[in-house]
């Protein structure tokens, strides 16, 4: 299949798929013409790829965890795992943990800040009807 067919088959645009050959993420087979072709492998690779991706890894860290996998496939035919791939996880879920407890903080303060200016509201609305009610009376007994 051409690349157009790959796009269409995976969601990911020629550009993309483009770019993972660039970053050596992807390797199309070349047509004596030139054109890039592909086959149902590279579909699931692309998915692979995608998959990475939305877990925040970068096309490095993708690339040295694909080595791996293609690695162990060679080697034994089976889909296995490396010391590479699971250290990357580990990075990866780490990571991502420090970032749910910086996220968890900002949420604490801004829950913080939302009470402190529900509370200053309360406070202005019951100054401002005392102020109404003041200029009320004041307003009768001119009268």
Known sequence: ??????SKATGVSPRSI???EKQKL???????????????VDI???QTIQIYLELGMSTKEILEILKCHDDINAYTGSDGFCDEMLEAYEDK???ISGQIQ????????LDQ?????REQRVLVNKEGS?????RSLGEASIR
Do not use: C, H, P, W
């Not at 992807?26 to 149902?40: G, H, V």
């Not at 910086?102 to 303060?109: D, H, I, T, Y």
């Open 102 to 109: 910086s996220l968890m903080a900002v949420q604490r303060r």
């Open 113 to 117: 800040r939302i009470e402190q200016m």
């Open 130 to 134: 005392a102020v109404e009610e003041t």
């Open 1 to 6: 299949m051409k690349i157009g067919q790959l």
């Open 93 to 95: 879920r780490e990571e």
């Open 26 to 40: 992807l390797t199309a087979k070349r047509l004596d013409n030139e054109y890039r072709e592909f086959d149902e």
């Open 44 to 46: 699931k690779r692309v």
């Open 18 to 20: 483009r770019y993972y």
